[in-house]
């Protein structure tokens, strides 16, 4: 598996967080990193970005295979690739192992809600933009419904229900996406609290153009489980991105300044 690491200028000697982002196929790496801005976002906290590449054969589509029940456990198939690289990044460079954490625009933001529920002892916590629920659907067939409508033919075999720990996760979506059906943000953040105890936090507010509802689930303790932002008008982009990226809706909320904050407050516990 090909990738490009993002590492911010500083003392290589200190162990420093990493963050997985995983792109929603084309346009590719090089165009996610600009539309997400999160290289920028990371060089002020000196953080490292992996961005791995699919590996395509001929006849097969360069997203990730998130909906295949094979694509969906520990130990097999692209979470096993993809768990594999991270380990081996760590292994080569100074990174801080309690804060290796994964997100992912559309098919990439599906997949990291894949990696977060098959290995919570690798990823801290998850991002997912755009993106879809772990385990709505099980091949190929069911993936169009689930996108265009946040149907599934049956319930989502979550982490919880299979008796893992489900890691942290920061949901964001527009509400005029028109190829990832919000509700499948909306699901993602109920799949991520559920039968955790505490409360639901609302707030309205409005950030560069855009407005937005965000959700925040906070437990007992007074930890933030997950965090779901709405965010009124956008598309099928990543919100506060680059103008100039092809995936990018510069108007919205920085997408990626949050994320990293939530990441930064969300170390592993293990």
């Given at each position: 598996m090909s990738y490009k690491l993002y590492t911010p200028a500083g003392d290589t000697r200190v162990a420093r967080p990493l963050l997985v982002m995983l792109h929603g196929g084309e346009p590719g790496l090089d165009d996610f990193a600009l539309s997400s801005r999160m290289n920028?976002?990371?060089?002020?906290?000196?953080?490292m970005v992996l961005y791995p590449e699919k590996p395509v054969r001929d006849g097969e589509q360069g997203e990730w295979s998130w909906y295949m029940y094979c694509h969906q456990q520990r130990g097999r198939g692209e979470p096993a690739q993809l768990a594999s690289l991270t380990r081996s990044v760590i292994a080569?460079?100074?990174?801080?192992?309690?804060?290796?954490?994964?997100?992912?625009?559309?098919?990439?933001?599906?997949?990291?809600?894949?990696?977060?529920?098959?290995?919570?002892?690798?990823f801290a916590s998850v991002g997912v933009h755009s993106g879809?629920?772990?385990?709505?659907?099980?091949?190929?067939?069911?993936?169009?419904s689930l996108r265009r409508f946040g149907r599934a033919d049956h319930e989502p075999r979550t982490g919880r229900l299979q008796g893992r720990r489900t890691p942290p996760t920061i949901i964001f979506h527009g509400t005029r996406d028109?190829?990832?059906?919000?509700?499948n943000g909306v699901r993602l953040y109920e799949d991520a609290v559920a039968g955790l105890p505490g409360a639901h936090l609302f707030e309205n507010g409005r950030e560069g153009g855009r407005a937005y509802t965000r959700r925040t689930h906070v437990g007992p303790d007074g930890q933030t489980n997950a965090e779901l932002w709405l965010i009124e008008g956008a598309g099928h982009a990543w919100s506060g991105g680059d103008a100039q990226g092809i995936q990018a809706d510069w108007q919205g909320p920085a997408a990626s300044e949050q994320m990293l904050c939530f990441f930064l407050h969300h170390p592993a516990s293990h």
């Open positions: 920028a976002a990371a060089r002020k906290l000196g953080w080569q460079h100074q990174i801080d192992e309690q804060r290796v954490h994964v997100a992912g625009l559309a098919a990439g933001g599906a997949m990291a809600a894949v990696m977060g529920q098959t290995y919570p002892d690798l879809l629920p772990y385990g709505a659907v099980v091949d190929a067939s069911g993936a169009p028109m190829t990832v059906h919000p509700s």
